[in-house]
T-cell receptor, first 109, second 115 residues
């Protein structure tokens, strides 16, 4: 079966750095997304990786290793507004989008 | 800029009743999707449409139907609601259909409770 694993919940301190991991076992791979979802709101796009390596976008970076079936989202200079769930999603060989359950990130002052 | 509009925002429904969740987008995107989101589970695709006039089944299509008469509208119908359909429903769109790497744009969600 297809599976995407993320930690259920993480806690970090304002101003710090946090890394949210995502491992996947899917039938093929055609890209990986990260989305942010604040409580009670819609998911919004953060990043897309299809090749190995690090993609940097401001305070957020996303890394992909296809050989390891692994990605992480790195958030720097954490702000209280970064408290949200972070969803990892993989495009499989049938071009279907498979979603992880999300990681709830709690930022403490 | 509206993006994707869903209605209703929230609804309580008696089991056995018929319900249609509305979704309209103004971005002229080709593809539209309906997901449900339940606590502890990832987003699960119910139905999708890669272009007006076509629809396809997702991971959890049973008990739901959709239509795509035009580019902008993609309603989701529950013919006879059951309590297990209690969930938050998200409509989404993308410029291109499945097979493309484009990001999804989501509506604000419709919270449905079936009693």
């Amino acid at each position: 079966g297809q599976n995407i694993d993320q930690p259920t919940e993480m806690t970090a301190t304002e101003g710090a750095i946090v890394q949210i991991n995502c491992t996947y076992q899917t039938s093929g791979f055609n890209g990986l997304f990260w989305y942010q979802q604040h409580a009670g709101e819609a998911p919004t796009f953060l990043s897309y990786n299809v090749l190995d390596g690090l993609e940097e976008k401001g305070r957020f970076s996303s890394f992909l290793s296809r050989s390891k079936g692994y990605s992480y989202l790195l958030l720097k200079e954490l702000q209280m507004k970064d408290s949200a769930s972070y969803l990892c999603a993989v495009i499989d060989s049938n071009y279907q989008l498979i979603w992880g359950a999300g990681t709830k990130l709690i930022i403490k002052p | 800029i509206a993006g994707i509009t869903q209605a209703p925002t929230s609804q309580i429904l008696a089991a056995g009743r018929r319900m249609t969740l509305r979704c309209t987008q103004d971005m002229r995107h080709n593809a539209m999707y309906w997901y449900r989101q339940d606590l502890g589970l990832g987003l699960r695709l119910i139905h999708y449409s890669n272009t007006a006039g076509t629809t396809g089944k997702g991971e959890v299509p049973d008990g739901y139907s959709v239509s795509r008469a035009n580019t902008d509208d993609f309603p989701l119908t529950l013919a006879s609601a059951v309590p297990s359909q209690t969930s938050v429903y998200f409509c989404a769109s993308s410029e291109h259909g499945t097979g493309a790497s484009g990001e999804l744009f989501f509506g604000e969600g419709s919270r449905l409770t079936v009693l």
